[in-house]
């Protein structure tokens, strides 16, 4: 499932890691690893992790951030009343 953003300021969406990439790839690719390296310690989940990313950037209002994991949450297996309630 892909999301919809009717709200968006955004006529065109670039992720951080894409902007990043374009500025400075060796820390872009050293960025990613981290995040890696950080899923596989610890016993959550993919769906658990994504979940509570998203409510970071919800709280921060960092829409693209998110955008990428409201995005990734859904490809965990998060519904739409799971997202809506950790939004809410």
Do not use: W
């Not at 950080?38 to 919800?58: M, N, T, V």
């Amino acid at each position: 499932m892909t999301f919809e953003y009717p709200l968006s300021k955004q006529d065109e969406f670039v992720t951080f890691n894409q902007r990043l990439r374009e500025i400075a790839p060796e820390v872009a690719t050293a960025l990613r690893g981290l995040r890696v390296a950080a899923d596989a310690h610890g016993p959550l989940d993919a769906k658990q992790r994504e979940l509570i990313l998203l409510a970071g950037f919800a709280a921060t209002r960092n829409e693209g951030g998110f955008r990428v994991h409201c995005n990734r949450a859904s490809e965990a297996g998060a519904s739409v009343v799971e997202i809506e309630q950790v939004v809410i």
